[in-house]
């Protein structure tokens, strides 16, 4: 349920009063040392690099994904159901830790709000978890734009190198929805003003310096990655790096506080391991490998989520995070509302509270093909059913039959934003009882690393979105020749497409196939080693809404207002 519907408090009104406790607590608590934190005032910490000495070599927890149906305006709720399965399992005497993602002020001041869950199954201090927490997005973006700095300085001061200005590949970013720098010009003025060329900005969230903190394994690892990154081509057609430049130590210097993943709680007091921020439908919309190592080692079950539907985060967090870290997660849930359902099903957004079973049903079909390809994975699934308060009893039950009885998984119903832990003690029951008699096989990836770049985008578009064919750019195809030359196919693919649908058509709703799927472009991110393809018209600088969120966000008497 949500809080329009049952008159609850705002979200921040019930973060705002969550009796939190000081982060040694929750680090205790959790089997963490004090002077393994690096404090960030009473309810913030960072992990130290010498916890993870301590631990790296171990990971007890059974991991628990958090995934959904692709995503409508009705919303979700999959954060909120992450965070109260979590406080389930503290509930039912189990350990447990949370991992997820840091929420983007892109996001929080443009269409959505926050991201730190919801009602009484919220990330606390919410307040600082959706502005600046610990000034993790600043340091990327930073680090991202000395590179940017340093690219044009170099030019601009003889261009030893032989840069070739028209082939730079290497964008500023911001963390911010700001359609306006997606295509700008610089070095207008005068001489000293730098040369005259063409550049682009994507939002932080889309920065490779996101994805390489995300997939790095210790500062070594970031530093490494960091010199791999390619800025862009010289007068030759030969591609150069940041170690070219030489300036990776300097950019490493800007994220060795950034690399640490972050300690807070949940409103029941759960520890949240939070680190790294990528969208799953430009990025691979996981949090970092660092943090959700770390939380299977303090915790019996540990939750993380992938970010928007399934065929996005969840493809990409076996096919990439698993892949490159060895990570198993024991069973997915995925998240599904009767809401959501009828849109899928061709109700409109206007009538989608009404009751409607005809639509509902048709809207089984995006449920079942998410549920599919999960299952290729080897995943075993249970369904996490978040109930509003316009549901009726009769829709619930049909959703439950179709699940139970039809797809043959584990159904419950969650109320974890009403009622916090206890509204998702059905869910904690279940994943408990199915990792217990039937958990996951050894994960089944969609490709396999020998694979070609067309094999693989294939494969995925293919056999996970349902496309019967997938068409190239010649912009597309030349990146897939440049690949094979550097003898980098090998990396996983990225496949950056809209979140609203299994094509890459946002208005295309449901189960969709035999749909042609069109890769636009190829962007090497040789230092988080992995081939991000555009497909499609998805734009990795966001714009804001007509009414962004941020209209409704002020400070009154000292207290934040309009978070949500």
């Known amino acids: 349920m949500n809080k329009e519907e049952t008159g609850m408090k705002t979200d921040i009104q019930i973060a705002q009063e969550a009796e939190m406790k000081h982060i040694r607590e929750v680090a205790e608590g959790a089997g963490i040392a004090e002077d393994e934190l690096e404090f960030y005032g009473k309810y913030k910490a960072k992990l130290s690099d010498e916890l993870w000495e301590r631990i790296k070599d171990r990971e007890d927890g059974k991991l628990v994904l958090v995934t959904a149906i692709n995503p409508t305006p009705a919303g979700e709720g999959k954060t909120t159901i992450s965070v109260g399965l979590g406080q389930a399992f503290a509930k039912l005497g189990k350990k447990s830790v949370i991992a997820l993602r840091e929420p983007s002020l892109g996001p929080c001041f443009g269409i959505k709000g926050g991201a730190a869950g919801g009602g009484y199954s919220q990330v606390v201090p919410m307040e600082d978890l ?49 359609r306006v720098l997606r295509n700008i010009v610089v070095g207008l003025g005068n001489k000293m003003d730098g040369m005259v060329r063409e550049d682009h900005f994507v939002i932080t969230v889309a920065s490779e310096i996101m994805a390489i903190l995300c997939l790095a394994k ?22 150069f790096t940041v170690k070219d430049l030489g300036v990776a130590g300097a950019v490493t210097v800007l994220l060795k506080d950034a690399i640490h993943p972050n300690l807070v709680q949940t409103t029941e007091g759960t520890a949240a391991f939070v680190h790294g921020g990528p969208f799953a439908n430009i990025a691979h919309g996981c949090n970092s490998i660092l943090a959700t190592k770390m939380a299977m080692t303090f915790g019996d079950y540990v939750v993380t989520e992938a970010g928007f539907g399934a065929d996005l985060g969840a493809e990409k967090f076996y096919n990439i995070k698993c892949r490159k870290s060895g990570l198993q997660p024991k069973l997915t849930v995925i998240v599904a509302t009767a809401q959501g359902l009828k849109m899928h099903g061709g109700v409109s957004l206007d009538r989608i509270k009404e009751p409607n079973m005809e639509g509902l049903k048709e809207g089984f079909g995006n449920l079942d093909k998410h549920i599919r390809n999960l299952r290729y994975f080897g995943q075993t699934v249970v369904v996490a059913f978040n109930r509003f308060a316009s549901d009726t ?48 096989a050894p994960l089944q990836y969609t490709y396999g690393e020998n694979d070609t770049v067309q094999q693989k985008i294939e494969k995925v578009a293919c056999n996970l979105y349902g496309a019967s064919v997938v068409t190239y750019s010649s912009a597309s195809r030349k990146m897939m020749k440049l690949i094979e030359e550097m003898g980098i196919a090998h990396y996983p693919v990225c496949i950056a497409k809209t979140q609203y649908s299994f094509s890459a058509d946002p208005k295309i ?36 809404p007509k009414v962004p969120q941020a209209e409704h966000i002020d400070i009154v008497d000292g207290n934040i207002e309009g978070l949500s």
Not at 167 to 172: E, G, L, N, T
Not at 414 to 420: P, S, Y
Not at 517 to 539: C, P, R, S, Y
Request: with cysteine; hydrophobic share 40%; proline share 3%.
């Open 130 to 178: 959706n502005l600046h927490f610990t000034g993790d997005f600043h340091a990327i973006t930073s680090a991202n734009n000395l590179l940017a700095a340093m690219l044009d300085n170099h030019i601009q001061q003889g261009n030893a190198l032989g840069i070739d200005p028209r082939q730079i590949v290497w964008k500023r970013c911001v963390d911010m929805n700001d």
């Open 393 to 440: 009893d009769e829709e619930v039950e049909a959703i439950r039959r179709h699940c139970e009885e039809d797809l043959k998984v584990g159904f419950a119903i969650n109320n974890a934003f009403a009622e916090g832990g206890e509204g998702a003690a059905d869910l904690a029951n279940l994943v408990v009882e199915t990792i217990e008699k039937k958990p996951s």
């Open 218 to 239: 210790d500062t070594e690892d970031l530093r490494r990655r960091i010199e791999n990154i390619i800025l862009g081509f010289d007068y030759e057609g030969k591609p």
């Open 509 to 544: 709703y449901g189960a969709v196939n035999n749909f042609e799927f069109h890769i636009k472009d190829i962007v090497i991110n040789n230092g988080a080693e992995m081939l991000v393809a555009i497909a499609g018209e998805i734009l990795r600088m966001p714009g804001l």
